[in-house]
């Protein structure tokens, strides 16, 4: 069974840069066939799509968030990442990762997700 | 404003049948599969229905999907109290090159 897990700080100071790392059990993240995903939800608001890394490191990000994103992968610690900088408050909300199965939108495994608050 | 299109709330007493919309365009619904996701209170989304009509295992043949060019439902029968939970859709847009979700619809089992 594939399991998620996100961690990184809690809070993070305005026009810094926010970093989260997702590690995968029961997979891995060298497959071939999925994307390993970042989506987040704003305090009680929908879902909103960050972006993708496939585990060649090639990268697909919103093209809202596009000029503050990068993800990359480790393989060697089956784990992938997130880093949004010069964050605001707008930007407070649970992170998930999540594996993504086809290249669209089929999120066949989420984590958990972490709450991050953006303030001073 | 999501790109795709969800009414806020849905509502129906155990044992009805509900079911819920998605209205999105050329560039996403109708060219695209589309999926639906259920989130608990307190939890993270699930895979309901992956493309346009297919349940995971261990879902409920109570719920099933359908998509018809650029629309698609969610319909819910024989509901349950545990289904009170928010439904979003989701569906890859060729205009932006990425998924994109629908507001979600909080679903209240009366």
């Known amino acids: 069974q594939v399991q998620l897990q996100e961690s990184g700080p809690g809070l993070v100071k305005p026009s810094e840069t926010l970093s989260l790392t997702c590690t995968v059990f029961g997979g891995s993240v060298n497959s071939g066939s999925y994307y390993w995903s970042w989506i987040r939800q704003p305090p009680v608001k929908g879902l909103e799509w960050i972006g993708y890394i496939y585990y060649s490191g090639s990268t697909r990000y919103s093209p809202s968030l596009k000029s503050r994103v990068t993800m990359s992968v480790d393989t060697s610690k089956n784990q992938f990442s997130l880093k949004l900088n010069s964050v605001t408050a707008a930007d407070t909300a649970i992170y998930y990762c999540a594996r993504e199965s086809s290249g669209g939108a089929d999120f066949d495994y989420w984590g958990q997700g972490t709450l991050v608050t953006v303030s001073s | 404003q999501s790109v795709l299109t969800q009414p806020p709330s849905a509502s129906g007493t155990p044992g009805q049948r509900v079911t819920i919309s998605c209205s999105g365009s050329?560039?996403?619904?109708?060219?695209?599969?589309l999926y639906w996701y259920q989130q608990l209170p307190g939890t993270a989304p699930k895979l309901l229905i992956y493309?346009?009509?297919q349940r995971p295992s261990g879902v409920p043949d109570r719920f099933s999907g359908s998509k018809s060019g650029t629309s698609a439902s969610l319909a819910i029968s024989g509901l349950r109290s545990e289904d009170e939970a928010d439904y979003y859709c989701?569906?890859?847009?060729?205009?932006?090159?990425?998924?994109?979700f629908g507001g979600g619809t909080k679903l209240t089992v009366l």
């Open positions: 050329s560039s996403n619904i109708r060219s695209n599969y």
């Open positions: 493309r346009n009509n």
């Open positions: 989701a569906a890859w847009d060729d205009s932006l090159s990425g998924p994109v």
